[in-house]
């Protein structure tokens, strides 16, 4: 089985180790590529699960810093003590335990890049000392007075909105720009479900091999859950699902009831939020004046759902940042001429006049 399936003459490749040949897929090669040759700072903006870690070492492989390291950091799994020793190294004798000296991250990354993931989880004082890395190319360990100078290159990564985090004086909003150069925005598994085909063969794949097995089959009611369910957990979760499912099966047929009862309907499902947006609610309004149509095609009904999401979307974003066009773009992740087409295309502006 192919891990991505037939190209379009037209697409753009898949970058490394990245699955899917949908448009939103491709919005995301694109950009991927174009930025992986520049020295920029890059946001990666998505939901837990989405693949941030691996659009980030597509970045590194593809730029001209990939003979050097790349160093991945959670910032969120670390306490502010630890976190600051292990980004930027300490001397002996800095802190209790400290009985040798030890170089960060940061300097372990020099001539490569270093991805920061869940940056929102660091604290304001740590986001000092990261916003002088990012302007100045320099700092001092834990304990030390020597200044080091590094040429590293940061990827960052949240799963929050860095802009709400800025309005409630979680994160400094001269950071937040400083990192925010170049942001990509990575779409849920709910919004490219064209995938979640080309996906399942690939995890198949790679869980046969790890098991020992040969579910090469796929019962067309368990595609049909999967394509039908809407991926709280992104990729990551029907990674899960795939690999429990090639545990479980007894021939090598993936059927239905291999598959978690939220999936299959056995059980209520949980709901998701994309940025407060209630896409179920929204979905299912969609689809039922849908129903009443019967000229529409499952292609129109899905361009409708996606208008529809976007369009309330916006509407809330600009809502929170007071019609603020400049303030919205940026918390969507999108530049100012786009969102100010998407206002028209969605009458918007006649929502609100003045914006």
């Not at 980030?56 to 160093?71: E, K, V």
């Not at 802190?95 to 960060?104: E, H, K, L, S």
């Not at 949980?270 to 179920?280: C, P, Q, S």
């Not at 509407?315 to 940026?330: P, S």
């Amino acid at each position: 089985m192919s891990a991505y399936g037939p190209p379009d003459e037209h697409s753009d490749p898949p970058l490394p180790e990245i699955i899917g040949s949908s448009p939103a897929m491709q919005e995301i090669y694109r950009l991927t590529r174009r930025v992986a040759a520049s020295n920029a700072s890059v946001l990666l903006l998505g939901e837990t699960g989405t693949g941030k870690e691996l659009i980030a070492n597509a970045i590194h492989r593809l730029s001209p810093r990939a003979s050097g390291p790349f160093i991945r950091v959670n910032c969120g799994a670390l306490s502010e003590s630890l976190l600051e020793s292990e980004l930027f190294g300490h001397v002996r004798g800095a802190f209790t335990g400290a009985v040798t000296n030890r170089i960060g991250r940061f300097e372990a990354a020099h001539t490569g890049t270093i991805f920061l993931d869940e940056i929102n989880s660091t604290s304001l004082h740590l986001q000092v000392k990261l916003l002088r890395v990012l302007q100045e190319h320099e700092f001092e360990r834990v304990g030390d007075t020597q200044t080091v100078r590094v040429d590293t290159r940061v990827v960052a990564a949240s799963n929050r909105d860095l802009m709400a985090e800025v309005d409630a004086e979680r994160f400094r909003e001269d950071l937040y720009w400083r990192l925010n150069v170049v942001p990509i925005v990575i779409p849920p598994l709910r919004m490219r479900r064209e995938d979640i085909p080309t996906l399942v063969a690939h995890f198949l794949n790679d869980y046969n091999e790890a098991n020992d097995r040969y579910v090469v089959h796929l019962q067309p009611e368990a595609m049909e859950a999967l394509q039908a369910y809407h991926w709280p957990g992104n990729v990551r979760e029907l990674q899960n699902y795939v690999e429990r499912a090639v545990v479980m099966a007894e021939g090598d047929e993936l059927t239905v009831d291999l598959l978690p009862g939220t999936v299959n309907g056995k059980q209520p499902r949980r709901r998701g939020h994309f940025r407060g947006v209630d896409m179920e609610s929204l979905v299912h309004e969609v689809v039922q004046q849908g129903v009443s149509d019967a000229g529409e095609d499952v292609q129109d009904l899905h361009g409708r759902i996606v208008d529809r999401v976007e369009r309330e979307l916006i509407r809330q974003v600009l809502e929170q940042c007071n019609q603020v066009q400049i303030k919205a773009a940026a918390r969507l992740g999108i530049n100012r001429n786009t969102l100010h087409k998407k206002i028209k295309d969605y009458r918007l502006d006649q929502d609100n006049p003045e914006s």
